[in-house]
Protein backbone atom coordinates (compact mmCIF):
# COMPACT_ATOMS: atom_id res chain seq x y z
CA UNK A 1 0.00 0.00 0.00
CA UNK A 2 1.98 3.20 -1.23
CA UNK A 3 2.10 7.06 0.16
CA UNK A 4 -0.04 8.74 -2.90
CA UNK A 5 -0.41 12.00 -0.79
CA UNK A 6 0.66 14.15 2.42
CA UNK A 7 -1.01 17.20 3.38
CA UNK A 8 -0.27 19.68 5.90
CA UNK A 9 -2.59 21.74 8.15
CA UNK A 10 -1.59 24.48 10.17
CA UNK A 11 -4.45 25.52 12.78
CA UNK A 12 -4.63 28.48 14.91
CA UNK A 13 -7.32 29.57 17.96
CA UNK A 14 -7.29 33.16 19.33
CA UNK A 15 -7.65 32.73 23.18
CA UNK A 16 -10.05 35.46 25.30
CA UNK A 17 -8.02 35.20 27.97
CA UNK A 18 -4.27 34.36 27.95
CA UNK A 19 -2.69 32.10 30.47
CA UNK A 20 1.22 31.49 31.17
CA UNK A 21 3.43 29.54 32.95
CA UNK A 22 6.93 30.22 34.15
CA UNK A 23 8.22 30.84 31.01
CA UNK A 24 5.97 32.93 29.13
CA UNK A 25 1.96 33.46 28.28
CA UNK A 26 -0.25 32.01 25.44
CA UNK A 27 -2.62 33.95 23.72
CA UNK A 28 -2.89 31.72 20.67
CA UNK A 29 -3.26 27.77 20.30
CA UNK A 30 -1.63 26.32 17.33
CA UNK A 31 -1.04 23.38 16.04
CA UNK A 32 0.15 21.19 12.63
CA UNK A 33 -1.72 18.36 12.00
CA UNK A 34 -0.37 15.89 9.12
CA UNK A 35 -2.40 13.54 6.88
CA UNK A 36 -1.00 10.85 4.75
CA UNK A 37 -3.40 9.24 2.21
CA UNK A 38 -2.48 5.58 0.77
CA UNK A 39 -3.44 4.73 -2.99
CA UNK A 40 -6.56 2.86 -1.85
CA UNK A 41 -7.65 6.60 -0.22
CA UNK A 42 -6.93 4.67 3.98
CA UNK A 43 -6.02 8.40 5.81
CA UNK A 44 -4.04 8.72 9.00
CA UNK A 45 -3.77 11.64 11.27
CA UNK A 46 -0.91 12.92 13.05
CA UNK A 47 -0.04 16.12 14.98
CA UNK A 48 3.08 17.65 16.30
CA UNK A 49 4.16 19.61 19.36
CA UNK A 50 5.79 22.75 18.84
CA UNK A 51 6.61 25.44 16.25
CA UNK A 52 3.90 25.17 13.26
CA UNK A 53 5.30 27.03 10.46
CA UNK A 54 8.43 25.19 11.14
CA UNK A 55 7.05 21.83 11.16
CA UNK A 56 4.88 22.90 7.95
CA UNK A 57 8.28 23.52 5.97
CA UNK A 58 9.94 20.68 7.21
CA UNK A 59 7.67 18.11 6.16
CA UNK A 60 6.65 19.77 2.72
CA UNK A 61 9.99 20.21 1.63
CA UNK A 62 12.23 17.67 2.96
CA UNK A 63 10.09 14.39 4.28
CA UNK A 64 7.10 14.20 2.39
CA UNK A 65 8.81 13.84 -0.97
CA UNK A 66 11.26 11.27 0.34
CA UNK A 67 7.89 8.92 1.59
CA UNK A 68 5.98 9.23 -1.93
CA UNK A 69 5.57 6.18 -3.45
CA UNK A 70 6.90 4.16 0.01
CA UNK A 71 4.78 1.23 2.00
CA UNK A 72 2.75 3.31 3.75
CA UNK A 73 2.39 0.08 6.41
CA UNK A 74 6.41 0.09 6.99
CA UNK A 75 6.46 2.58 10.26
CA UNK A 76 9.30 1.20 10.97
CA UNK A 77 11.10 1.48 7.98
CA UNK A 78 9.94 5.01 7.41
CA UNK A 79 10.94 6.19 10.52
CA UNK A 80 14.16 5.28 10.09
CA UNK A 81 14.23 6.48 6.41
CA UNK A 82 13.52 9.98 7.39
CA UNK A 83 16.23 9.86 10.05
CA UNK A 84 18.95 8.57 8.10
CA UNK A 85 17.93 11.86 5.43
CA UNK A 86 18.44 14.16 8.41
CA UNK A 87 20.66 12.26 10.81
CA UNK A 88 23.50 14.73 9.79
CA UNK A 89 22.13 17.57 11.36
CA UNK A 90 19.26 17.30 12.91
CA UNK A 91 20.01 14.72 15.54
CA UNK A 92 16.94 16.33 17.73
CA UNK A 93 14.75 19.89 17.27
CA UNK A 94 12.16 20.44 15.51
CA UNK A 95 13.45 18.42 12.72
CA UNK A 96 12.09 15.09 14.70
CA UNK A 97 9.51 17.32 15.88
CA UNK A 98 8.29 16.95 12.27
CA UNK A 99 9.22 13.44 11.99
CA UNK A 100 7.02 12.80 14.93
CA UNK A 101 3.50 13.97 13.56
CA UNK A 102 4.55 12.19 10.20
CA UNK A 103 4.92 8.78 12.38
CA UNK A 104 1.79 9.31 14.03
CA UNK A 105 -0.45 9.53 11.11
CA UNK A 106 1.64 6.33 9.70
CA UNK A 107 0.23 4.48 12.97
CA UNK A 108 -3.49 5.73 12.72
CA UNK A 109 -3.27 4.80 8.47
CA UNK A 110 -1.90 1.45 9.77
CA UNK A 111 -4.46 1.00 12.22
CA UNK A 112 -7.56 1.88 9.56
CA UNK A 113 -5.76 -0.21 7.12
CA UNK A 114 -5.35 -3.66 9.09
CA UNK A 115 -8.65 -2.46 10.87
CA UNK A 116 -6.91 -2.67 14.56
CA UNK A 117 -6.70 0.04 16.85
CA UNK A 118 -3.16 1.65 17.47
CA UNK A 119 -2.91 -0.31 21.18
CA UNK A 120 -3.61 -3.46 19.40
CA UNK A 121 -0.80 -2.99 16.98
CA UNK A 122 1.33 -1.72 20.48
CA UNK A 123 0.92 -5.30 21.44
CA UNK A 124 -2.54 -5.25 23.29
CA UNK A 125 -4.12 -3.10 26.38
CA UNK A 126 -3.73 -3.48 30.04
CA UNK A 127 -6.94 -1.44 30.31
CA UNK A 128 -9.42 -0.05 29.00
CA UNK A 129 -9.65 3.02 30.90
CA UNK A 130 -7.20 5.11 32.19
CA UNK A 131 -7.71 7.79 35.14
CA UNK A 132 -6.84 11.22 33.95
CA UNK A 133 -4.48 13.76 35.68
CA UNK A 134 -6.14 17.36 35.60
CA UNK A 135 -3.61 19.60 33.82
CA UNK A 136 -4.43 23.39 34.56
CA UNK A 137 -3.55 25.90 37.08
CA UNK A 138 -1.80 28.22 34.91
CA UNK A 139 -0.84 31.76 35.88
CA UNK A 140 -3.09 35.07 35.19
CA UNK A 141 -2.52 38.72 34.94
CA UNK A 142 -3.94 39.26 38.58
CA UNK A 143 -2.78 40.17 41.90
CA UNK A 144 -1.16 37.04 43.58
CA UNK A 145 -3.46 36.85 46.46
CA UNK A 146 -6.34 36.66 43.67
CA UNK A 147 -4.10 34.44 41.52
CA UNK A 148 -3.86 31.83 44.57
CA UNK A 149 -7.99 32.21 45.08
CA UNK A 150 -8.54 31.60 41.71
CA UNK A 151 -6.23 28.97 41.18
CA UNK A 152 -7.24 26.85 44.26
CA UNK A 153 -11.47 27.40 42.81
CA UNK A 154 -9.99 25.86 39.73
CA UNK A 155 -8.64 22.92 41.44
CA UNK A 156 -11.72 22.26 43.19
CA UNK A 157 -13.80 22.15 40.44
CA UNK A 158 -11.71 19.24 39.06
CA UNK A 159 -11.98 17.94 41.78
CA UNK A 160 -16.29 18.90 41.41
CA UNK A 161 -15.78 17.04 37.84
CA UNK A 162 -14.85 13.37 38.74
CA UNK A 163 -10.81 14.15 38.40
CA UNK A 164 -8.68 12.36 41.43
CA UNK A 165 -5.09 13.64 40.50
CA UNK A 166 -4.14 17.64 39.04
CA UNK A 167 -0.88 18.99 38.09
CA UNK A 168 -0.40 22.39 38.92
CA UNK A 169 2.02 25.18 37.84
CA UNK A 170 5.25 26.50 39.74
CA UNK A 171 8.14 28.70 38.84
CA UNK A 172 6.65 32.07 39.35
CA UNK A 173 8.30 32.51 41.92
CA UNK A 174 9.74 31.08 45.37
CA UNK A 175 7.26 32.81 47.62
CA UNK A 176 4.05 33.16 45.19
CA UNK A 177 4.96 29.37 44.88
CA UNK A 178 5.25 27.86 48.50
CA UNK A 179 1.67 29.74 49.48
CA UNK A 180 0.31 28.68 45.83
CA UNK A 181 1.40 24.54 47.08
CA UNK A 182 0.46 25.02 50.61
CA UNK A 183 -3.35 26.48 50.05
CA UNK A 184 -4.29 23.66 47.14
CA UNK A 185 -3.17 21.07 50.16
CA UNK A 186 -5.37 22.91 52.60
CA UNK A 187 -8.39 22.94 50.31
CA UNK A 188 -7.87 19.21 48.52
CA UNK A 189 -6.65 17.05 51.23
CA UNK A 190 -7.26 14.28 49.51
CA UNK A 191 -6.37 14.96 46.14
CA UNK A 192 -3.58 13.74 44.26
CA UNK A 193 -1.44 16.25 43.02
CA UNK A 194 1.89 16.84 41.12
CA UNK A 195 3.64 20.53 40.11
CA UNK A 196 5.62 21.47 36.96
CA UNK A 197 8.04 23.95 36.85
CA UNK A 198 8.62 23.98 33.05
CA UNK A 199 12.32 23.76 33.82
CA UNK A 200 12.41 26.80 35.98
CA UNK A 201 14.73 26.70 38.80
CA UNK A 202 18.17 26.48 39.38
CA UNK A 203 19.37 23.68 41.61
CA UNK A 204 19.06 25.38 45.02
CA UNK A 205 15.44 26.89 44.39
CA UNK A 206 14.47 23.40 43.04
CA UNK A 207 15.70 21.92 46.35
CA UNK A 208 13.78 24.40 48.19
CA UNK A 209 10.69 24.17 46.39
CA UNK A 210 10.59 19.98 46.58
CA UNK A 211 11.40 20.18 50.41
CA UNK A 212 7.68 21.98 50.05
CA UNK A 213 6.21 19.93 48.12
CA UNK A 214 7.37 16.80 49.98
CA UNK A 215 6.25 18.57 53.19
CA UNK A 216 2.54 18.73 51.05
CA UNK A 217 2.56 15.34 49.61
CA UNK A 218 2.66 16.02 46.11
CA UNK A 219 3.28 12.86 43.81
CA UNK A 220 6.20 14.15 41.31
CA UNK A 221 8.01 17.14 40.75
CA UNK A 222 7.98 18.25 36.64
CA UNK A 223 10.85 19.78 35.00
CA UNK A 224 12.16 21.19 38.08
CA UNK A 225 15.85 22.31 36.20
CA UNK A 226 16.73 23.16 32.84
CA UNK A 227 17.26 19.61 30.62
CA UNK A 228 20.44 21.57 29.98
CA UNK A 229 21.76 20.29 33.22
CA UNK A 230 21.20 16.36 33.09
CA UNK A 231 23.99 16.01 35.75
CA UNK A 232 21.77 18.13 38.29
CA UNK A 233 18.97 16.02 38.16
CA UNK A 234 20.87 13.51 40.41
CA UNK A 235 22.13 16.09 42.55
CA UNK A 236 18.78 17.13 43.13
CA UNK A 237 17.25 13.61 43.63
CA UNK A 238 19.85 13.31 46.28
CA UNK A 239 18.69 15.73 48.16
CA UNK A 240 14.45 15.05 48.13
CA UNK A 241 12.54 12.17 48.24
CA UNK A 242 9.50 12.95 45.51
CA UNK A 243 9.78 11.34 42.67
CA UNK A 244 12.09 13.89 39.75
CA UNK A 245 9.73 13.49 36.63
CA UNK A 246 10.84 14.85 32.89
CA UNK A 247 11.61 14.53 29.38
CA UNK A 248 8.49 16.38 27.33
CA UNK A 249 11.58 18.71 25.92
CA UNK A 250 13.84 15.40 25.18
CA UNK A 251 13.72 13.32 21.76
CA UNK A 252 14.85 10.09 20.77
CA UNK A 253 15.79 6.57 22.30
CA UNK A 254 19.66 8.34 22.44
CA UNK A 255 18.56 11.61 24.21
CA UNK A 256 16.57 9.55 26.78
CA UNK A 257 19.57 7.12 27.34
CA UNK A 258 21.67 9.98 27.93
CA UNK A 259 19.12 11.66 30.39
CA UNK A 260 17.84 8.19 32.15
CA UNK A 261 21.08 7.31 33.07
CA UNK A 262 21.86 10.12 35.22
CA UNK A 263 20.48 8.34 37.59
CA UNK A 264 18.26 11.48 38.65
CA UNK A 265 14.69 10.59 37.31
CA UNK A 266 12.20 8.51 38.33
CA UNK A 267 9.74 9.04 35.58
CA UNK A 268 10.09 9.42 32.19
CA UNK A 269 7.97 11.81 30.06
CA UNK A 270 8.16 11.34 26.30
CA UNK A 271 5.70 13.38 24.17
CA UNK A 272 4.29 11.31 21.16
CA UNK A 273 4.21 14.45 19.12
CA UNK A 274 7.98 15.52 19.59
CA UNK A 275 10.09 12.86 20.77
CA UNK A 276 10.07 10.70 17.45
CA UNK A 277 6.43 9.35 17.32
CA UNK A 278 4.66 6.67 18.49
CA UNK A 279 7.49 4.50 16.63
CA UNK A 280 10.22 5.54 18.84
CA UNK A 281 8.23 6.31 22.26
CA UNK A 282 8.06 2.86 22.28
CA UNK A 283 11.69 2.41 21.95
CA UNK A 284 12.08 5.04 24.58
CA UNK A 285 9.77 3.40 26.99
CA UNK A 286 11.81 -0.61 26.48
CA UNK A 287 14.54 1.75 27.19
CA UNK A 288 13.23 3.00 30.34
CA UNK A 289 11.68 0.19 31.15
CA UNK A 290 15.39 -2.00 31.39
CA UNK A 291 16.20 0.66 34.05
CA UNK A 292 13.31 0.12 36.11
CA UNK A 293 11.62 3.42 35.20
CA UNK A 294 8.16 4.13 34.26
CA UNK A 295 7.00 6.13 31.48
CA UNK A 296 4.01 8.93 31.82
CA UNK A 297 3.79 10.69 28.40
CA UNK A 298 3.51 14.53 28.57
CA UNK A 299 0.54 15.32 26.42
CA UNK A 300 -0.10 18.50 24.93
CA UNK A 301 -2.33 19.78 22.07
CA UNK A 302 -5.75 18.08 20.20
CA UNK A 303 -6.98 14.78 19.93
CA UNK A 304 -4.70 13.42 18.13
CA UNK A 305 -2.52 13.35 20.72
CA UNK A 306 -4.58 12.67 23.19
CA UNK A 307 -5.61 9.80 21.74
CA UNK A 308 -1.92 8.38 20.85
CA UNK A 309 -0.57 9.22 24.61
CA UNK A 310 -4.22 6.91 25.38
CA UNK A 311 -3.04 4.01 23.49
CA UNK A 312 0.83 4.03 24.47
CA UNK A 313 -0.60 4.26 28.36
CA UNK A 314 -2.73 1.17 27.87
CA UNK A 315 -0.52 -0.91 26.09
CA UNK A 316 2.45 -0.31 28.37
CA UNK A 317 3.63 -2.31 31.48
CA UNK A 318 3.96 -0.97 34.88
CA UNK A 319 7.89 -2.08 36.15
CA UNK A 320 8.43 -3.84 38.30
CA UNK A 321 4.69 -5.11 38.28
CA UNK A 322 3.00 -6.80 41.23
CA UNK A 323 -0.91 -8.27 41.23
CA UNK A 324 -2.53 -4.45 42.94
CA UNK A 325 -0.32 -2.46 40.03
CA UNK A 326 -1.33 1.41 40.45
CA UNK A 327 -3.49 2.76 37.77
CA UNK A 328 -1.47 5.08 35.16
CA UNK A 329 -2.23 8.25 34.54
CA UNK A 330 -3.33 10.19 31.14
CA UNK A 331 -2.44 13.97 31.16
CA UNK A 332 -5.27 15.76 30.12
CA UNK A 333 -4.84 19.69 29.58
CA UNK A 334 -8.27 21.20 30.85
CA UNK A 335 -7.24 25.09 29.45
CA UNK A 336 -9.58 26.36 26.17
CA UNK A 337 -8.46 24.82 23.51
CA UNK A 338 -11.12 24.93 20.55
CA UNK A 339 -8.86 22.70 18.35
CA UNK A 340 -9.02 19.78 20.81
CA UNK A 341 -12.80 20.08 21.63
CA UNK A 342 -14.38 21.56 18.66
CA UNK A 343 -12.99 19.68 15.48
CA UNK A 344 -13.19 15.75 16.37
CA UNK A 345 -16.53 13.82 14.94
CA UNK A 346 -15.44 11.04 16.91
CA UNK A 347 -13.20 11.98 20.68
CA UNK A 348 -11.48 10.62 23.35
CA UNK A 349 -14.07 9.95 25.65
CA UNK A 350 -13.45 11.22 29.45
CA UNK A 351 -15.96 10.96 31.61
CA UNK A 352 -15.89 11.53 35.46
CA UNK A 353 -12.56 12.15 35.12
CA UNK A 354 -11.67 8.56 33.24
CA UNK A 355 -10.34 8.46 29.45
CA UNK A 356 -12.01 5.78 27.29
CA UNK A 357 -9.58 3.93 25.56
CA UNK A 358 -10.68 4.10 21.97
CA UNK A 359 -11.35 0.88 20.17
CA UNK A 360 -12.07 2.59 16.63
CA UNK A 361 -9.10 1.53 13.67
CA UNK A 362 -6.25 3.45 14.25
CA UNK A 363 -6.16 6.52 16.56
CA UNK A 364 -9.86 6.10 16.78
CA UNK A 365 -10.78 9.70 16.78
CA UNK A 366 -12.35 11.27 13.76
CA UNK A 367 -11.09 14.80 12.38
CA UNK A 368 -14.22 16.95 11.41
CA UNK A 369 -12.96 18.30 7.80
CA UNK A 370 -15.39 20.85 7.24
CA UNK A 371 -15.20 22.38 10.91
CA UNK A 372 -11.06 22.16 10.53
CA UNK A 373 -11.47 24.64 7.66
CA UNK A 374 -12.57 27.71 10.00
CA UNK A 375 -9.01 27.30 12.34
CA UNK A 376 -6.70 26.91 9.21
CA UNK A 377 -3.96 29.44 8.74
CA UNK A 378 -2.01 27.45 5.96
CA UNK A 379 -2.23 24.25 4.20
CA UNK A 380 0.04 22.14 1.83
CA UNK A 381 -0.19 19.05 -0.02
CA UNK A 382 2.26 16.72 -2.02
CA UNK A 383 0.94 14.18 -4.59
CA UNK A 384 3.32 10.91 -6.21
Not at 147 to 153: R, W
Request: contains cysteine.
Amino acid sequence: MKIQCIRTHHLRDHLDVPFGFSQWYYDTRNTLWVEIVAEDGTTGWGECYGPSEIYQSAINSFYAPRLLNQNALATDVLWHLMWRSSLDFARGGVMMGAMSGIDMALWDLRGKALGQSVSDLMGGRYADEIPCYATGMYFKEMPEADLISSIVAEASSYQQQGFQALKIKVGKNLAFDAKQIEALRDALPNMTMMADSNHAFDLPEAIQIGRILEENDFSWFEEPLSPEFEGQFRQLQDKLDIPIATGECEQTRYGFQRMLSTGGVQIAQPDLAYCGGPSEALKIRNLASSMGINVVPHCWGTMLNLASATHFIASGYREPGRKETPSPLLEYDRTPNALRDELFEVPVVVRDGIAQVPTGPGLGVIVNEEKMQSFVVNQTEIKA
